[in-house]
């Protein structure tokens, strides 16, 4: 009984694992601060070229 349940257990464990690598993260991308700080320049230079 015990060699089955092990036997189980480690293709469970398997096939979680499988699953688990399909599945996309919902969590958005990390942008470090530096790129989020040439984002916003780049941001505002395109909104004052469209103010003037």
């Known amino acids: ?3 089955k349940k092990k036997m ?3 293709l469970k464990k ?3 694992k499988a699953n688990a690598k399909l ?3 919902n969590k958005p991308r990390y942008v470090s601060k ?3 700080e040439k ?3 780049a941001e ?3 909104q004052d070229n ?3």
């Open 39 to 41: 984002l916003a320049l």
């Open 50 to 52: 469209q103010a003037s």
């Open 23 to 25: 599945h996309k993260s």
């Open 14 to 16: 398997r096939l979680k």
């Open 44 to 46: 505002q230079e395109s």
């Open 34 to 36: 530096a790129e989020r």
């Open 8 to 10: 189980n257990d480690t």
């Open 1 to 3: 009984m015990n060699r």
